[in-house]
């Protein structure tokens, strides 16, 4: 049987208990175990699709097609482990499928209720669609004390009950405060968090304590005698300088460790991290820096774009550059002020968007991206701003615009109504159709076209990526645009869907339809990203 371990969060949300998870079962791997890392979100939404990135931060998409949390995001990222749809539940989730088994009539005239049929639906997701994984590693979303997460704190509870104790572990994330005042850190919060996950019957097995400066020998020793929990397994996690040194911190704190001997194993292999340490020596000391404008909509939460962050640092990495990123709000941009805005760029990116707002400002910084040859990368809606701009200025369609906030007569970009599955299902939409969860979501396959700069650039004909959008560029003007060097460089494989455009004559434009940013991996790079920094670093 699989090992589960629990993670837990208390005192206060963002303390990074996705890294943490996403560090450990890195570390694991290393020790060579085959992991599995899973999200229980207790918010009412039936996913994070519906939610806006600017509150909860992005939408993360596995290759199945389902839109989940970013913490899946920093899973992938850390030990390249595909996440499936199977990895990330809500409480909406549990909820939406025991209202459709209850109108079936599937619980046989039983009051339904929280203990037992929705604790059974989460330990059910618990140990569903495995695959011979030692460890299964499930964070809990929220923080003990919230209402919310009590069905799944009480779940986990019994799941430790009818598994054997020997079956799984508990290690919640708390934060021990510095106070600058008396010069001392606080266990206190720590001490009320345990209590209060002791009260609904956990009993933590790791406290994983967040703090700013070391925590002295005392202070772990008081924070274990108060909280029931051994010494040794009360472990620092200081603050970090990348958070790609947080396997090597763990590492170095015995994290590890303290969890083989709980579950009473031994490493399979000898540890070896060089990974991490050369990946965060490329972070922490890179040969030159590069700057980045990245043009959208913002409210200042970083997360919105985290994906797109992580990747475009990977691409430094492979170029030994840091890489700058200067947000830039589109709709502040305008004729007048976009070259003082946008000269120091040595590279441009329009990420993924919904909707009219901005996107004026958008096609204005595209356009000057294209016509003073910077290195420009559209994503997803930057590649169809990036069509509607040309079709515009190249082509002269001077109301060329998107069906998603424009009423056209023929739409550059237009509502997909009908598209092909990888399965060979079709899928069928209208103006009409439910938001959530309608879009096409998950990774399709493109064919690259000979002779372009994608087709070098990925070095293979067929590549897959994942995607999340409702609109598609219109094929029809393939050919004028094609006459004016405008290339659509990849198609779907029945080769009806644009989705790829690059530039002839330009250092390097390129509009992908798809999330390229949702495969990066610190250790392994996606090439358009490798490719985008080297484009920019022949600016400077
Ligand atoms: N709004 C566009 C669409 O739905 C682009 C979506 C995106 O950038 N992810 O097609």
Same mark, same amino acid.
């Given at each position: 049987m699989a090992q589960f371990i629990f993670v837990t969060g208390g005192v206060v949300s963002s303390l990074g208990k996705g890294l943490a998870s996403a560090s450990l079962a890195s570390l694991l791997q290393h020790h060579g175990y085959k992991v599995r890392i899973r999200k229980l979100d207790p918010y009412l939404n039936v996913d994070p699709g519906t939610m806006s990135p600017y509150q909860h931060g992005e939408v993360y998409v596995t290759d199945d097609g389902a839109e989940t949390d970013l913490d899946l995001g920093h899973y992938e990222r850390f030990t390249g482990v595909t996440s499936k749809r199977t990895d990330n539940i809500t409480s909406g989730k549990v909820y939406q499928k025991i209202i459709a088994k209850e109108r079936k009539g599937e619980y046989l005239g039983a009051t339904v209720q929280v203990i037992p049929h929705v604790t059974n639906e989460i330990k059910e997701f618990v140990s569903k669609d495995l695959d011979d994984e030692d460890f299964i590693i499930c964070e809990i979303g929220g923080t003990i004390g919230d209402i919310e997460s009590l069905p799944f704190i009480e779940a986990i509870r019994q799941f430790h009950n009818d598994n054997g104790h020997e079956n799984s572990l508990f290690m919640h994330v708390t934060l021990v405060p510095y106070i600058a005042s008396s010069g001392e850190l606080k266990t206190k919060p720590t001490q009320h968090s345990v209590k209060e996950l002791r009260s609904l019957g956990i009993q933590p097995n790791i406290l994983l304590c967040r703090a700013d400066r070391e925590i002295p020998e005392d202070e772990r020793r008081k924070i274990g005698l108060f909280c029931n929990v051994k010494g040794d397994c009360v472990i620092p996690a200081i603050n970090a300088n990348s958070i790609y040194e947080v396997p090597i911190n763990f590492l170095n704190e015995g994290l590890d460790k303290r969890i083989l001997e709980y579950f009473r194993l031994e490493p399979k292999k000898e540890i070896d991290l060089k990974m991490w340490s050369q990946v965060s020596k490329r972070i922490l000391e890179p040969e030159g820096s590069i700057e980045i404008g990245i043009v959208g909509k913002y409210t200042g939460l970083a997360d919105a774009y985290k994906s797109l962050n992580e990747a475009l640092s990977h691409g430094g990495i492979f170029n030994n550059v840091k890489v700058k990123l200067n947000w830039i709000e589109s709709e502040e941009l305008n004729g007048s002020n976009i070259e003082n805005k946008l000269n120091n760029c040595h590279g441009i990116l329009v990420p993924g968007g919904f909707g009219e707002r $901005?996107?004026?400002?958008? &096609?204005?910084? @595209?356009? %000057?991206?294209? !016509?003073?040859? @910077?290195? %420009? *990368? $559209?994503?997803? *809606?930057?590649?169809?701003?990036?069509? @509607? !701009?040309? +079709?515009? /200025? &190249?082509? $002269? &369609?001077? #109301? +060329?615009n998107s069906s998603e906030f424009a009423d056209c007569k023929e739409s550059i970009v237009g509502l997909m109504t009908e598209w092909s599955n990888v399965d060979n299902t079709t899928e069928k939409r209208t103006k009409e159709s439910d938001l959530g969860g309608t879009m096409r979501l998950g990774a399709y396959e493109a064919k690259l076209k000979k002779n372009s700069k994608v087709r070098k650039i990925y070095d293979t004909e067929?590549?897959?990526?994942? =995607?999340? =959008?409702?609109?598609?560029? /219109? /094929?029809?003007?393939?050919? #004028? *645009?094609? &006459?004016?060097?405008? =290339? *659509?460089? $990849? %198609?779907s494989p029945d080769g009806l869907l644009p989705e790829i455009v690059e530039l002839r004559d330009h250092p390097w434009f390129i509009g992908v339809q798809f999330h390229p940013e949702l495969k990066s991996k610190p250790f392994d790079p996606h090439p358009l990203f490798k490719s985008f920094i080297t484009a920019a670093k022949n600016k400077t």
């Open positions: $901005g996107a004026e400002g958008k &096609i204005a910084a @595209i356009k %000057y991206a294209r !016509e003073n040859k @910077i290195p %420009y *990368f $559209g994503i997803c *809606f930057g590649m169809q701003l990036a069509v @509607i !701009e040309m +079709a515009r /200025n &190249i082509l $002269g &369609i001077k #109301d +060329a067929l590549i897959s990526e994942r =995607h999340r =959008h409702r609109y598609e560029v /219109n /094929n029809n003007y393939a050919k #004028d *645009f094609e &006459i004016n060097g405008v =290339h *659509f460089s $990849g %198609y």
